[in-house]
């Protein structure tokens, strides 16, 4: 009986020996896995977290962008008494429409063209959107910023130098 004890003592021995070194490659596996993880981590958050803050940075400044431009053409709007013959929604929907169209955002149409033109009273309705067409029309051709090209078209069409009817033939 003895001699059982002792195998069987000898036995947990050798049992809870090996449950030991089999334990510390687990933890030693665990703690590689852990390095690989966190390795993991830190490149998503390079690779995604970060370009999607700066997308959101980017988003934000837009927004902002957009609501400058509409408030400027807003606050012409009202000191024109809205002599134009469209209002805020018409515009921002011929600004988007013409976004579609050509290489410039709606908001850059609304703050370098249709804002400039607004101080224009006489240019009015339909006048005023092909005005805005052709000033779009030529910065891209001519490779000049759509202020310049808004300024130019309403500096010729008031010269009274054309003809309504030519002016619009251009």
Excluded at 84 to 107: H, M, P, R
Excluded at 113 to 130: C, E, P, Q, S, Y
Excluded at 143 to 156: I, Q
């Amino acid at each position: 009986m003895a001699r059982r004890i002792a195998d069987l003592l000898i036995k947990i021995g050798a049992d809870s020996y090996e449950f030991q070194q089999k334990a510390n490659q687990v933890e030693k596996g665990l703690g590689q896995l852990e390095k690989k993880l966190t390795s993991i981590g830190k490149s998503l958050s390079l690779k995604v977290t970060a370009p999607l803050t700066a997308l959101g940075v980017v988003a934000l400044q837009n927004a902002d962008t957009q609501a400058r431009a509409e408030t400027k053409v807003a606050t012409a709007l009202k000191s024109t008494g809205n002599q134009v013959g469209y209002n805020l929604d018409q515009l921002k929907a011929y600004a988007s429409e013409l976004q579609s169209k050509t290489i410039f955002g709606d908001e850059t149409i609304l703050n370098d063209v249709t804002t400039r033109l607004l101080a224009f009273t006489n240019i009015t309705g339909d006048n005023f959107k092909r005005t805005q067409q052709m000033a779009l029309d030529m910065s891209t051709a001519l490779e000049m910023d759509l202020g310049s090209a808004a300024t130019g078209w309403r500096g010729v069409k008031s010269s009274g130098l054309v003809s309504r009817r030519s002016f619009w033939r251009m």
